[in-house]
T-cell receptor, first 113, second 116 residues
Framework: SQTIHQWPATLVQPVGSPLSLECTVE??????LYWYRQAAGRGLQLLFY??????ISSEVPQNLSASRPQDRQFILSSKKLLLSDSGFYLC????????????FGPGTRLTVL | GNSVTQMEGPVTLSEEAFLTINCTYT??????LFWYVQYPGEGLQLLLK?????DKGSNKGFEATYRKETTSFHLEKGSVQVSDSAVYFC???????????????FGSGTRLSIRP
């Protein structure tokens, strides 16, 4: 069966520090991968998605970037965090082959101080 | 473009009450429709889905029917429990025409609290 992992689970970082969040998927190949952010009490904002290694599409221009160095690995980064980057970051995947059901990881709660 | 509108929360009910959370959508083509649930501090879990008009998705006592004529996918449960307290998201799938990716468009979420 497929599983999706995110780490770290919780992170507290000072303003201006770098960020690296990692997401990995097991049990599937060539998934579509997604990064979402959920601000406190708010809905989901799609940040990036990827259909393959090295292929990244950005939905919202901002302080963050994403990379996909391996088929089942998706990384969210920032060179300098802002206070507004605080939130709950969710990674998700959809299998290849026409399926459209999205599965989510457990999330990373980021607090920027 | 495609969009999802769901009822504002929070919704507070007593245990064993009947639940309806409204969801309407705007879409071209024939998207799949979903309800996801998010328990405190966790990621989203797929609750149910429907892939075509008049389909009924169901899971854990929850139901939703894909109504193309009213562009709706309302979530219902006959008797809620305290353990149903969570945030519920309505969503639809939409293909990205220039890539092979599917994009899921989410509503803003409805927080449900059930009193014992």
């Amino acid at each position: 069966s497929q599983t999706i992992h995110q780490w770290p689970a919780t992170l507290v970082q000072p303003v201006g520090s770098p960020l690296s969040l990692e997401c990995t998927v097991e049990g599937t190949s060539n998934p579509n991968l997604y990064w979402y952010r959920q601000a406190a009490g708010r809905g989901l904002q799609l940040l990036f998605y990827s259909v393959g290694i090295g292929q990244i599409s950005s939905e919202v221009p901002q302080n963050l970037s994403a990379s996909r160095p391996q088929d089942r690995q998706f990384i969210l980064s920032s060179k300098k965090l802002l206070l507004s980057d605080s939130g709950f970051y969710l990674c998700a995947w959809i299998g290849s082959g026409g399926t459209d059901t999205q599965y989510f990881g457990p999330g990373t709660r980021l607090t920027v101080l | 473009g495609n969009s999802v509108t769901q009822m504002e929360g929070p919704v507070t009910l007593s245990e064993e009450a009947f639940l309806t959370i409204n969801c309407t959508y705007t879409a071209t083509g024939y998207p799949s429709l979903f309800w996801y649930v998010q328990y405190p501090g966790e990621g989203l879990q797929l609750l149910l889905k429907a892939t075509k008009a008049d389909d009924k998705g169901s899971n854990k006592g929850f139901e939703a029917t894909y109504r193309k004529e009213t562009t709706s996918f309302h979530l219902e449960k006959g008797s809620v429990q305290v353990s149903d307290s969570a945030v519920y998201f309505c969503a639809l799938s939409g293909a990205v025409w220039y890539s092979s990716a599917s994009k899921i468009i989410f509503g803003s979420g409805t927080r449900l609290s059930i009193r014992p």
